[in-house]
């Protein structure tokens, strides 16, 4: 028989990778291009830019978009929860009105909601409560109730709404049944098992794509400049109808959508890490740990109380 | 005698065209231990699973400790229980399932407490006492900090024990407690059922595990095709089986 020889693979040379290298050049000669263009280019008028970037006028156009990104979001939300449970819930009639609701909101252009919302007067010249088909309590005027900031929070809000309970809804059908029933068997209420057992469970799966819904909403609340609300867009368009310099104010307007997605970007990632508590075998590094690992000496964790 | 833990009198159930159990009597005195044996599809767990209402019987009733499960009955009348009182009947029957089923968001302690605390509303630090003695009892106290999924099969099914058990049950259902479980874990599983029953706690098992029904059953029922083919002592059914069905099955598993 044929002596096998004594080889050790610990000293082993790497495999070579020409294309990686090719690749990586090609890739470096654009950036470099690209970056030749940015600077050399005096189109760009990066005087103008930084001129503008700080402007307070632009400072209220962002509190605009901020604003109007928070309440539409957090309307959205709200409704996606209820639209959620109503697509899921055993009453046939909710079923088919919050399948209806979702179909109707995602189904249309948004621009056409917001229009739509903004010339509501034209529909209802009168809004007013009471018993339906009975007496009326209060009513008003359409044209003073509904201000186009009101009307942009109803288009994009209810818009988001029908997204999110689709969202909310496929986190919710990820969660193990074995789950409810574990609390059913312990005798826990149907509102306290959804809200301590599944929701958070669900969580993890809501989480990644509400984070690209908000970045979404915070570039679709651009579309309230057609209703005359002057958010972020509608400054710098104001701005540049004025003075011609369409292109370095854009610019300013996306270093700042830039900003703020960065900024939502790094908050989502911790709230990611929060809900993945026990999801793995390996615990999951909690916001404080991950502060505290900057300092030199190491911190206990504290512990989250449930 | 006194009344029966459990009381089951034609108990029917079906899914869709397939009957699942087709009239079901079995009694279950207090401070017994029944093991409920059986091929697959025989309806036994679905039997289990109906005597915490999980599963809404068809026909038939059932009883735990005097109370009729998931139903109302009353000047001749029988009704469908509303949610929050079918909840309120499950807080008194404890159930094990196959999957261990423990909440993987919580900790091993707050998955004991989670349940006394919320749903009986037991003062936090008396539960936190209380679930720590649990997991003594079960052996796991030092992974009260541990997440399930950081846990063994075995560990994770003594876990569940434990929240079962926090809510201070009158009966306790095992549904396959260790068919999930590597055959090395299974011991410790039954090891502490063992002690349960020792310790005079009224139990259903489900199981395949025939060396458990021999040494700690009272009774073992034998299911086949949703109906009870024999009842008995572990001696009776296991050692002299009267009928061709139970003789076969216990000759494939044993």
Redesign the interface.
């Known amino acids: 028989m044929k002596e096998l020889p004594e080889i050790d693979v610990a000293g082993a040379a790497r495999t070579r990778h020409p294309l990686r290298w090719v690749a990586s050049l090609v890739l470096l000669v654009l950036a470099a291009q690209l970056v030749s263009l940015l600077v050399t280019n005096p189109n760009f008028q990066w005087d103008v830019v930084g001129r503008y970037v700080n402007a307070q006028i632009i400072g209220q156009g962002i509190m605009t978009t901020l604003l109007l990104t928070v309440i539409a979001m957090f309307v959205g939300v709200v409704l996606g929860v209820l639209l959620a449970v109503g697509r899921i819930s055993e009453n046939p009639v909710a079923r088919a009105a919050c399948g209806l609701y979702v179909w109707f909101f995602r189904g249309t252009p948004v621009l056409v909601q917001l229009v739509l919302w903004y010339n509501l007067s034209y529909l209802l010249p009168e809004i007013s409560f009471g018993i339906p088909f009975g007496p009326e309590f209060v009513s008003a005027d359409t044209n003073v109730l509904i201000t186009p900031l009101l009307a942009a929070i109803l288009g994009l809000g209810l818009n988001e709404g029908a997204y999110m309970a689709e969202i909310i809804r496929g986190g919710l059908m990820s969660v193990?049944p074995?789950?409810t029933?574990?609390?059913?068997?312990?005798?826990?209420?149907?509102a306290?098992t959804f809200r301590?057992?599944v929701l958070?469970?669900a969580m993890r799966f809501i989480i990644p794509p509400t984070g690209s819904q908000v970045i979404s909403m915070l570039k679709a609340t651009s579309l309230v400049s057609v209703i005359a609300l002057a958010d972020l867009l509608y400054t710098v368009q104001s701005i540049y109808n004025r003075t011609f310099q369409t292109i370095p104010l854009l610019i300013v307007a996306c270093v700042w959508y830039l900003v703020i997605t960065s900024i939502l970007y790094v908050g989502q990632s911790f709230i990611e890490r929060h809900?993945a508590?026990?999801?793995?075998?390996n615990?999951p590094q909690g916001f404080w740990s991950f502060v505290t690992s900057f300092r030199r000496r190491p911190m206990p964790t504290p512990e989250v109380p449930? | 005698m006194s009344v029966p833990m459990v009381h089951a009198r034609g108990v029917r159930k079906h899914f869709g065209h397939l009957e699942v159990l087709k009239g079901i009597d079995l009694d279950v005195q207090p401070g017994e231990v029944v093991v409920i044996l059986g091929p697959s599809g025989s309806g036994k767990s679905t039997f289990l699973r109906c005597v915490n209402h999980l599963e809404t019987v068809d026909g038939g009733a059932i009883f735990v400790d005097g109370e009729l499960i998931g139903f109302e009955a009353s000047g001749g009348k029988v009704r469908h229980l509303r949610k929050r009182e079918i909840t309120r009947q499950r807080r008194e029957i404890g159930m094990v399932f196959q999957q261990f089923n423990l909440f993987p968001h919580f900790t091993v302690l707050q998955n004991v407490m989670e349940a006394p605390v919320g749903v009986r509303g037991a003062p936090r630090e008396q539960a936190r006492e209380r679930a720590h003695a649990l997991l003594r009892r079960v052996g796991l106290e030092d992974k009260a900090g541990s997440y399930p999924r950081q846990l063994s099969g075995g560990q994770q099914q003594r876990v569940a024990i434990a929240r079962a058990l926090a809510m201070r049950p009158k009966l306790m259902l095992f549904d396959e407690p260790t068919s999930a479980l590597d055959p090395e874990l299974v011991g410790e599983v039954l090891a502490t059922m063992k002690g349960l029953a020792e310790d005079g706690l009224t139990m259903i098992v489900v199981t395949h595990e025939i060396g458990f029904a021999r040494e700690v059953a009272d009774r073992v029922v034998f299911m086949d095709g949703g109906v009870v083919v024999e009842a008995g002592t572990p001696a009776d059914v296991l050692d002299n089986p009267s009928s061709p069905r139970t003789q076969a099955f216990l000759s494939r598993v044993l």
């Open positions: 193990d074995g789950q029933e574990a609390a059913s068997a312990l005798g826990m209420s149907g306290r301590r057992i958070p469970q809900y508590r026990g999801a793995t075998r615990q449930s």
